[in-house]
């Protein structure tokens, strides 16, 4: 179980990631996603036949600003993660039951090339950008539940770090993303906590480089569709220094996301995706419904 924590470190589908809005412009976006799968570990451990099954509800806030007279947008996300894992662990069937809050993330964007900051009033008398360049920083702080005893946790008791660079064109009402980003982890040094070791040991983890690509079609506005791959690669572990003899990951996941309008406000985000390339990690089926109701200003009534 020593790469659980790992497993969906890169898994990010994420099409109109660097979409700009305007100033002051806010959401909530209350998102459920269901995983269902199997996770693939290296030969040379004594698991098989696993499989898990993740609940994920996550609470987000959105706000966009000026920076620098840039477009720029800060999102914080609140996860809680309710999991069962199951496996023969050397010849005996093993469940794992986990329940609490998950990491938190905070992501802060900024359209480099291509989207100035506007207010809402200049923001609807302007064409949309044909093409725009932005950049991000993704912080995943160490605040899910962690157990240092255990192998198997919902925290990761680290800090991670995800600078990335993204494109956007607009050729007609398509609309093509490409994204490259590289995740970045401190140690975790209360790894495997056990009466011989009772401080626990030092769990590092190498670098993972990420990309995605997406390809979407405006049907009309604020209803669209997009097909999204990714492929990401590294992350290696050791612990106190030894590597361990589990390959880096090099997976993939295809998706669909579609997002349709409800109301002036409101609309609703629908996504699912499978993983196509699975090396090591986690090869879940995924489907998430998000749920995003948005206002500008103080006014959100």
Request: glycine share 10%; with cysteine; hydrophobic share 40%.
């Amino acid at each position: 179980m020593l790469l659980a924590p790992a497993i969906c470190a890169a898994q990010d589908l994420t099409p109109r990631a660097y979409l700009p809005t305007p100033e002051k412009s806010n959401a909530v976006i209350l998102t459920y996603a269901f995983s269902d799968g199997e996770l693939v570990f290296d030969e040379t451990l004594p698991i098989t036949d696993a499989t898990g099954t993740i609940h994920t509800p996550v609470v987000s806030l959105y706000h966009a600003f000026g920076l620098f007279g840039r477009s720029a947008n800060v999102t914080g996300s609140v996860p809680f993660a309710i999991g069962e894992l199951r496996g023969n662990v050397a010849g005996d069937d093993q469940t794992a039951i986990r329940k609490g809050i998950a990491d938190i993330q905070v992501r802060l964007a900024i359209n480099i090339a291509g989207a100035p900051a506007l207010s809402v009033g200049e923001f609807v008398k302007t064409p949309l950008p044909r093409a725009l360049l932005g950049a991000s920083i993704k912080v995943v702080a160490p605040t899910g539940q962690y157990d240092p005893a255990r192998l198997l946790n919902i925290g990761t008791n680290r800090w991670a770090f995800k600078p990335e660079i993204g494109y956007t064109g607009r050729p007609g009402r398509f609309v093509i993303d490409a994204y490259a980003g590289i995740w970045l982890f401190t140690a975790n040094e209360s790894f495997g906590v056990s009466d011989a070791n009772p401080l626990g040991v030092t769990r590092t983890q190498d670098p993972i480089g990420a990309f995605e690509l997406h390809v979407g079609y405006d049907v009309k506005p604020r209803l669209w569709l997009s097909a999204d791959v990714n492929y990401w690669r590294g992350g290696r572990t050791a612990v106190t220094g030894v590597v361990g003899t589990t390959p880096p990951l090099a997976n993939s996941r295809l998706g669909l996301t579609a997002s349709v309008p409800l109301t002036r406000r409101q609309s609703l985000k629908i996504s699912y995706s499978d993983g196509v390339i699975v090396r090591v990690g986690g090869s879940f089926k995924v489907l998430s419904v998000g749920w995003q109701y948005g206002w500008i200003g103080t006014q959100w009534k």
